[in-house]
């Protein structure tokens, strides 16, 4: 489970003494824990749930990074940087574009969708399946393309 390896991971940079990663994998684990004591959580935390707490952190730190750079404040943004790409080796690799389209082809059909009225349905359906591998606002904008 990615709640077990990441705090096997916090052992290891810090004895490595690698602060970046000790500060990113703490701050992971602390959303990981607050998620697991959450009310009606049971103290349990899934590996779907843990990657799309992985992926909002990913993001955020993507957004804070560059509010930094549009502030002039490169030595922030890079620092942030750092710890996203730390996040983001937990993170199953993105799709391509063709992967993509390929997998959503595959869910229109499954739904049957015909015409952008259907694109509630396929959504639903793709934003599960495509959990933490593509950004749902690329997956809505190839859906939109291939229900026009």
């Known amino acids: ?20 990663r000790l500060m990113a994998l703490r701050n992971v684990k602390k959303y990981f824990i607050e998620s697991k004591t959450a009310p009606g959580a049971n103290d349990e935390l899934s590996d779907e749930d843990a990657m799309k707490i992985l992926a909002k952190l990913a993001k955020q730190g993507k957004d804070t990074a560059s509010v930094y750079e549009s502030q002039n404040r490169a030595d922030l943004a ?32 499954e739904v ?19 959990a933490g591998k593509a950004e749902g606002r690329v997956i809505s904008a190839m859906v939109k393309e291939l229900l026009a």
């Open 1 to 20: 489970m990615l709640f077990e390896q990441i705090s096997a991971d916090i052992v290891s940079a810090m004895k490595a003494k690698d602060k970046v």
């Open 78 to 109: 890079e620092e942030e940087m750092k710890q996203v790409r730390i996040i983001e080796e937990y993170l199953p690799k993105p799709l391509s574009t063709e992967e993509l389209r390929t997998a959503l082809s595959t869910i229109i059909q």
């Open 112 to 130: 049957g969708a015909t015409s952008a009225k259907d694109m509630g349905r396929v959504m639903g359906l793709a934003s599960k399946q495509l």
